[in-house]
T-cell receptor, first 113, second 114 residues
Framework: DQQVKQNSPSLSVQEGRISILNCDYT??????FLWYKKYPAEGPTFLIS?????DKNEDGRFTVFLNKSAKHLSLHIVPSQPGDSAVYFC????????????FGKGTTLSVSS | DVKVTQSSRYLVKRTGEKVFLECVQD?????MFWYRQDPGLGLRLIYF???????EKGDIPEGYSVSREKKERFSLILESASTNQTSMYLC?????????????FGPGTRLTVL
């Protein structure tokens, strides 16, 4: 049973527009949520995270929103750039469960110029 | 600058061969992880380790084993490679329980089993 779900396998956006990537989770005990970005033939790189006690975290063009009541988070990229084209993974962690991260299946973002 | 390195970027092996994938981190992290990534399946945890000589099974440990003799090194072993183990293998490390539990990933090894 998937605890972290990314229901959209792919997303296409035009350069300069907003990209919104979504993630749902089932375990209310998660303490942190993280977003990773992955280019082909490279390892994932950390993008941004949010604590479960916050509802928003911003870093430059990237903002993550958390809606605990809906068990939903989203990553907003504004403005989108062609270099943002990659696979984005949502992940969650629970300090009660140790240091393992639980990953979603990923969303492939394509930004066209 | 944090660094996780993996012994090979690309590897081609034959069915039945024993395969070793090596991972080294220079951040003095206690925790190390092995994942495989397949299209449409995301990152699936194979094994992880919280300390030297400690190991824990992840979600898909069948057909794999691991070794952690030194803190900085975590090896994944395919005892008898099979074609369904063709995949991208990713190693990661993280410090002890702290904040978001961010993991730092290596560049990956693309393994093809013929």
């Amino acid at each position: 049973d998937q605890q972290v779900k990314q229901n959209s396998p792919s997303l296409s956006v035009q350069e300069g527009r907003i990209s919104i990537l979504n993630c749902d989770y089932t375990n209310s005990m998660f303490d942190y949520f993280l977003w990773y970005k992955k280019y082909p033939a490279e390892g994932p790189t950390f993008l941004i995270s949010i604590s479960s006690i916050k509802d928003k975290n911003e870093d430059g063009r990237f903002t993550v929103f958390l809606n605990k009541s809906a068990k939903h988070l989203s990553l907003h990229i504004v403005p989108s750039q062609p270099g943002d084209s990659a696979v984005y993974f949502c992940a969650a962690s629970s300090n009660q469960a140790g240091t393992a991260l639980i990953f979603g299946k990923g969303t492939t973002l394509s930004v066209s110029s | 600058d944090v660094k996780v390195t993996q012994s090979s970027r690309y590897l081609v092996k034959r069915t039945g061969e024993k395969v070793f994938l090596e991972c080294v981190q220079d951040m003095d992290h206690e925790n190390m992880f092995w994942y495989r990534q397949d299209p449409g399946l995301g990152l699936r945890l194979i094994y992880f380790s919280y300390d030297v000589k400690m190991k824990e099974k992840g979600d898909i440990p069948e057909g794999y084993s691991v070794s952690r003799e030194k803190k900085e090194r975590f090896s994944l072993i395919l005892e008898s490679a099979s074609t369904n183990q063709t995949s991208m293998y990713l190693c990661a490390s993280s410090p002890p329980l702290a904040g978001s539990n961010e993991q730092f990933f290596g560049p990956g090894t693309r393994l093809t089993v013929l």
